[in-house]
């Protein structure tokens, strides 16, 4: 079974990346002619980092995960290095106010990606050490989030709100599922709750999106924008979509059609079959990596499949829920389909370590029934 | 091994995430399938929707020989971004260096453009383009420029009344760019597309596009060397006579077609929008006067033709003072008694009143009527006046001898002039034209007026004689003495009406006033000049004949037209005065 589910796990990525360098073709051209006078710019760099991401998740599929466990601090403070480099004026990158990415020569790569991963990873490593003891509230409760929080820190004052959140989330969901006390995990999410709220209430930007968000139609030429003309695509699109390439909400109606709000056009363009597909398939992406992580016989390898899992997952929703109206605008990509380097190998990454633990297991397995 | 302790947590958090994948799918159901979305969807694709006039230029407007009297020019419309100006604090430094070079006033300009708000502020329309390009050189931040054409009319001020101009949005609004609007547009083509979010139209989403055509160039009849020539008499004559107004018309006698037509005051078309209606007024067409003396070739010829006078049949003028029906009729010179033809020349308003009498009101309307006069003559050009003419059963028992001195009648310069035509043209009645053709910018002619006939007044013989008649008025003793020219005979009428005010004629404002044509055998062209109120107050004979005089002159010699003696058609008719009054002057 585990094959299986691996199988299906694999099919449902390549889908994705394949649906998601189509639709760039489609997204980007438009705004490539105009920023780089080649429509054809954002689709060769994906390519790029596709072929460097695919590379990638071959690469660590085939490395033994518990490698990982070990590496887990090294990593972590690694990402907290890069983490720390990104605020630095002149070193970090700065776009539209943010500074999230890091300037490789000709690649931009964005360390909180990077974090993502060091974070679960660490986080599975302790939870899996501490096992029983997840009930204490200094081992279970204190260390995890104190080394949840310095990741959480430093990408929120990039500012990041979207990734924190995600992160913040994910990172709970692996506490919850090592066994922390749900009390403890209630009043810190109660705690997280209140800094959430505050840091709403403290960016007047942040508060506007929310205001924005639930009265749309007030706002819509300064923060409900997007959000509107996202919405209109799904309407345009209708039940049959307009054609491949035929999208007009990409033709400057959209901002960040290739990007956040790809998955716009996918419904104008490709209708209903596309777009609900697409959840499917999101769908079928959790219930496989959720099959592999709880068929797995060692809790490092589950909590880290689960959080892999989730993480995808999670910002996939997050990322969809903004685009059809049911959240507030956050600066989400939808993983394997928007454009974004490091995002598209930190996630080929993940993939490439969740396959890696099913094929431990079936080799464990496999033994055992030799 | 396997620790299945918090299977159950991972359960809870399976059951979320896939609730939520769940619910997202129901959203997109929602958005894709919703019902009240059809009237959304219209809104959206109509808002996208882009329905473009495709603009094309404007015909030229050119004189008889092909000179070019109004064309399009290419210019550009400068317009400015204030917010982008002030967001990025240039707003000082962009205002300085329009305001020099477009010669505007910066503190206004200033004030127009300092509004942070607006993402759009014209700051000159219709910028020559070598101006454009220099400020374009300047790359200065939120100054944009925009292509158009604009109207321009290469002579100024020449032929202004005629020409006319259009107006900003490319509009005829006056003379024959108004009239002739509907040939000199062209055809606007139309396109119909979509507009992306910056709300530029998209070539690729063309459904349908249909090509302009430009617009036809009109000819005038019209010629631009006679006009200057006129042009320059009546500036003369405004310098020597500082009239209100002075108006003239130079027409073809044998076709009716219009080889000057002038009007003081004039304005220069270029700069339309800074002047009045009145200084606007072709007057030539559209100032509506009583003729006074001229009109008396009207009356006089009709009864010629209608044989109730002969030319030397001697009408008793009563030596100045005539009571007719309890009403007093003066002359300005007495005199006892004159031919019919020394009516004329001497202008006797007791002679031309007993003449009108013989021909009875009913005939006198009719011949009247048959000149042309009390309707327009559906010129091309708008502003046209029909006069005042009423009919015989509401005149009054003195009307017939006021119409015969030109009272009680009040006319247009070309009305007049087209009458004394039809007299010099064997009574022939021309439709005066100012238009010769209009071609269409693929060289085809699309409008071709040929000369038409609109009424035969009198007989030729009556014609004929008049065209002797009338000559005699510029010989001695007539009151047209100063139209003479060298090398022509010239023939005419003088006129000098007092201005009617309330409750009478004014005493100190006349219209002074000659019509006539040359030369009297093959009558060539035919000319009248008005002059509006001269100061000092003066006849027509002393203010317009010798402006006439230097029109035929010159107009004469440019056309070329062969020099011919009168021939001794009269000779044996007696004319010579019985009561001799040696000064030329007469009323």
């Known amino acids: 079974m585990m094959w299986k589910a691996r199988s299906i796990l694999v099919g449902i990525v390549l889908i994705l990346i394949t649906l998601g360098i189509v639709m760039l073709a489609s997204t980007s051209a438009v705004q490539g002619q105009i920023r780089y006078d080649d429509p054809h710019y954002f689709l060769k760099h994906q390519l790029i980092w596709l072929a460097l991401a695919t590379l990638a998740s071959v690469v660590v599929s085939r490395i033994d995960y518990s490698i990982l466990r070990k590496l887990a601090v090294p990593l972590l403070i690694f990402s907290f290095v890069l983490l720390v480099l990104v605020l630095i004026p002149g070193v970090g990158h700065k776009v539209k106010g943010s500074s999230r990415w890091l300037k490789l020569g000709p690649l931009n790569f964005q360390p909180s990606e990077l974090a993502k991963i060091t974070t679960l990873i660490w986080l599975a490593g302790w939870m899996s050490h501490i096992r029983r003891k997840a009930q204490d509230f200094k081992k279970g409760l204190l260390i995890p989030l104190a080394g949840l929080g310095v990741t959480l820190i430093l990408i929120f004052v990039e500012p990041d709100f979207g990734t924190t959140m995600l992160i913040a989330v994910v990172g709970m969901a692996i506490m919850f599922i090592g066994g922390t006390q749900i009390g403890y995990l209630f009043i810190s999410a109660l705690l997280g709750s209140i800094c959430f709220i505050a840091a709403i209430l403290e960016s007047p930007e942040r508060l506007r999106r929310i205001i924005a968000f639930l009265n749309p139609e007030k706002y819509a030429q300064n923060e409900a924008f997007q959000l509107l003309n996202a919405i209109k695509a799904f309407v345009i699109g209708g039940s049959k979509g307009v054609g491949l390439g035929q999208s007009m909400q990409k033709r400057f109606y959209l901002p960040e059609a290739h990007t956040d709000f790809i998955f716009a056009i996918i419904g104008e363009e490709l209708g209903p079959i596309a777009s609900m597909i697409v959840v499917a398939l999101f769908l079928g992406f959790f219930i496989c990596g959720l099959y592999i992580s709880t068929h797995t016989s060692d809790l490092f390898a589950r909590l880290l499949g689960m959080g892999i899992t989730m993480i995808i997952t999670f910002q996939a929703a997050i990322n969809i829920g903004v685009v059809t109206g049911s959240l507030p605008t956050k600066g989400l990509a939808l993983p394997f389909i928007s454009f974004g380097g490091s995002s598209l190998v930190m996630t080929m990454v993940m993939v490439g370590i969740l396959i890696n633990i099913s094929m431990r297991e079936t080799q464990t397995l496999g033994n055992k029934k030799l | ?587």
């Not at chain 2, 931040?141 to 604009?150: K, L, S, V």
């Not at chain 2, 009145?278 to 007057?283: C, Y």
């Not at chain 2, 008694?337 to 031309?352: E, Q, R, Y």
């Not at chain 2, 001794?568 to 009323?587: G, H, I």
Request: charged share 25%; proline share 4%.
């Open chain 2, 1 to 587: 091994m396997i620790d299945l302790g918090h299977r159950w947590r991972i359960w809870v958090i399976a059951s979320i995430a896939i609730t939520a994948l769940s619910g997202l799918g129901v959203r997109l159901a929602f958005l894709h399938f919703g019902s009240s979305h059809d009237a959304l969807r219209t809104r959206i694709l109509k808002s996208r929707h882009s329905e473009e006039e495709i603009l094309v230029g404007r015909g030229r407007i050119l004189d008889r020989n092909g000179n070019i009297l109004a064309l399009d020019l290419p210019v550009k419309d400068i317009f400015a971004d204030p917010k982008v100006i002030i967001d990025k604090g240039h707003l000082q430094f962009v205002v300085s260096h329009l305001a020099r070079l477009l010669n505007l006033n910066g503190k206004i300009l200033f004030d127009r453009l300092n509004r942070p708000g607006k993402r759009f502020v014209y700051v000159k329309r219709f910028v020559k383009n070598d101006l454009a390009d220099e400020i374009a050189r300047l790359q200065l931040t939120g100054i944009h420029f925009e292509d158009h054409t604009a109207r321009h009319y290469p002579q100024g001020a020449l032929m202004c009344h005629a020409i006319g101009f259009s107006n900003w949005e490319g509009v005829g609004s006056a003379g024959i760019e108004q009239k002739m609007n509907r040939y000199l547009k062209g055809r606007s083509g139309l396109r119909v597309s979509e507009r992306d979010g910056r709300r530029r139209e998209l070539y690729s989403r063309r459904t349908l596009e249909i090509k302009g055509q430009t617009g036809s160039d009109i000819y005038l009849t019209l010629d631009q060397n006679i006009q200057f020539m006129v042009e320059e008499a009546l500036d003369r004559a405004m310098e020597t006579h500082q009239p209100k107004g002075a108006w003239a018309i130079v027409q073809r006698v044998r076709t009716g077609e219009i080889l000057a037509m002038v009007s003081r005051p004039c304005y220069d078309l270029n700069g339309f929008r800074n002047t009045s209606a009145e200084v606007r007024r072709n007057r030539s067409i559209s100032y509506v006067y009583e003729p006074g003396s001229t009109f008396k070739a009207i009356v006089i010829a009709s009864a010629l033709n209608e044989g109730v006078a002969r030319s030397d049949q001697l009408i008793d003028c009563e030596h100045g003072r005539w009571i007719y029906q309890r009403r007093p009729l003066r002359d300005f010179h007495p005199y006892g008694s004159l031919s019919v033809a020394d009516v004329l020349k001497k202008s006797s308003n007791i002679g031309a009143a007993k003449i009108a009498l013989s021909l009875g009101k009913r005939r006198l309307e009719n011949y009247i009527r048959a000149f042309g006069f009390g309707k327009p003559n559906r010129l091309n050009l708008p502003g046209e006046e029909a006069g005042i003419f009423h009919r015989y059963s509401s005149w009054s028992a003195i009307s017939s001898t006021r119409i015969a001195m030109g009272h009680e009648i009040a006319v247009t310069a070309l009305q007049m002039l087209n009458a004394v035509c039809a007299i010099a043209n064997d009574g022939f009645l021309m439709r005066p034209i100012v238009i010769e053709k209009v071609v269409d910018v693929h060289g085809r002619t699309v409008f071709d007026p040929d000369p038409e006939v609109i009424a035969r007044p009198i007989r030729r013989d009556t014609a004929k004689e008049m065209r002797y008649l009338m000559h005699r008025i510029t010989e001695r003793g007539g009151t047209g003495t100063r139209a003479c020219i060298d090398g022509y005979d010239v023939a005419g009428k003088t006129g000098t009406a007092q201005k009617p005010v309330p409750g009478g004629y004014s005493d100190t404002a006349n219209i002074a006033s000659f019509v006539g044509f040359a030369p009297v055998e093959n009558p060539e062209i035919g000319i009248i000049v008005v002059v509006d109120e001269p100061q000092p107050l003066h006849t027509g004979g002393r203010v317009s004949a010798p402006v006439f005089k230097e029109i035929a002159e010159e107009v004469l010699r440019y056309l070329d037209v062969p020099p011919g003696e009168v021939k001794p058609y009269l000779q044996f008719v007696n004319y010579e005065n019985r009561n001799t009054d040696q000064k030329n002057r007469a009323y």
